[in-house]
């Protein structure tokens, strides 16, 4: 009876230490969720209002209607090799729909084998942005399709004649030329050629649970996602990555406290824009890039010089802002950045 009762009581404790350990993890949970609510959420939503924005539905342009055939006839020529002068290269070469609407390098590989200057940008939610290329030089992505067709270093068409007289031999053009532009009598033009690669563009929209959170769900981000957001705005970094893209809306000096090759280590050194103007003002002047998707379109800077997007953070804040973040904020600012990171639409793929 004594061996039972020393039993029983054995078993009774072990339930009660049980009992306090249970206790304990979840007075531990608790204090955890305390620690996070202390961060105020709500405020720090509402913070994000003032700065950012829902990534619009649509990519307007007024002077270019969208069509299910235009945008058909864009897609066709985005994915063609032919549009290169030795049919090894098309758009999707150097801006990858699988890969983002970017091919993963330093700089790209032209049809004759040569590599560019600067890094390939994203076509993803490019027709949003302000302007196009790294300087800034074209207005949108029509004016834009155009130019690397006929850049001798990317695609290599030596005219714009050579491309269209090409074209016109491929019947399946012939009809996709027709159904896209049904009212025109001369339907091989550069500009319907150029203007159906950017309806195709305009519909490369990627929105994210970033979206929904700024539209108003507060738990579309995780708590640390918020927090990170929060360093971002506490670092400056909204000064040029606001909006609904979260930059490709202005253009910026990069270096602004020091030069920035003493942080890339850029093997070529870059003056931006002043190489169009010859402005002193433009002098190490780029477009500033849309965050979104940042995640996957590395590596980073307008050369591709850094590969890690950690490491672009941290420079980002010293060049930029003059700030020196640490390991546990840039590792935040990250997993917030990650959030911007969308779906790739299926409609994109051919």
Excluded at 8 to 13: M, P
Aim: glycine share 6%; hydrophobic share 35%.
């Amino acid at each position: 009876m004594i061996k039972i009762n020393l039993i029983v009581s054995l078993v009774i404790i072990s339930m009660a230490i049980i009992s306090c350990n249970n206790a304990s993890e979840t007075t531990n949970k608790d204090a955890e969720v305390k620690a996070d609510a202390s961060i105020d959420a709500q405020q720090i939503q509402k913070l994000a209002k003032q700065y950012f924005a829902v990534l619009p539905t649509t990519a307007v342009n007024p002077e270019n209607e969208l069509t299910e055939d235009k945008i058909l006839l864009g897609k066709v020529l985005y994915f063609d090799n032919r549009l290169s002068k030795d049919q090894t290269q098309s758009c999707n070469t150097c801006h990858n729909i699988d890969t983002y609407g970017v091919d993963n390098q330093p700089t790209s590989m032209g049809d004759n084998g040569g590599f560019g200057a600067r890094n390939s940008p994203t076509t993803f939610n490019a027709a949003l942005h302000i302007s196009q290329f790294w300087d800034g030089s074209n207005a949108d992505v029509e004016q834009q399709a155009g130019g690397p067709i006929l850049n001798p270093v990317e695609m290599g068409i030596p005219n714009e004649a050579f491309l269209l007289e090409r074209l016109k031999k491929i019947p399946e053009y012939q009809e996709l030329f027709a159904a896209a532009y049904p009212n025109e009598k001369e339907l091989f033009t550069y500009k319907n050629l150029t203007f159906a690669i950017g309806a195709y563009e305009r519909t490369l929209l990627t929105p994210s649970n970033f979206d929904k959170y700024v539209a108003g769900d507060i738990d579309a981000l995780s708590i640390d996602a918020q927090k990170g957001m929060k360093e971002f705005i506490d670092a400056g970094c909204t000064q040029c990555h606001a909006g609904a893209l979260l930059g490709g809306n202005m253009l910026m000096k990069f270096g602004l406290f020091s030069d920035y090759w003493d942080h890339t280590n850029s093997t070529t050194i870059d003056s931006g824009k002043y190489a169009l103007t010859r402005a002193e003002s433009d002098l190490f002047v780029f477009k500033v890039p849309s965050l979104r998707n940042i995640e996957k379109t590395g590596p980073y800077f307008h050369d591709g010089s850094v590969s890690s997007l950690e490491s672009s953070i941290t420079i980002m804040a010293k060049t930029q802002n003059n700030k020196d973040l640490t390991i546990e904020q840039v590792k935040l600012i990250e997993v917030f950045l990650n959030t911007l990171t969308g779906e790739v639409p299926s409609s994109a793929r051919l």
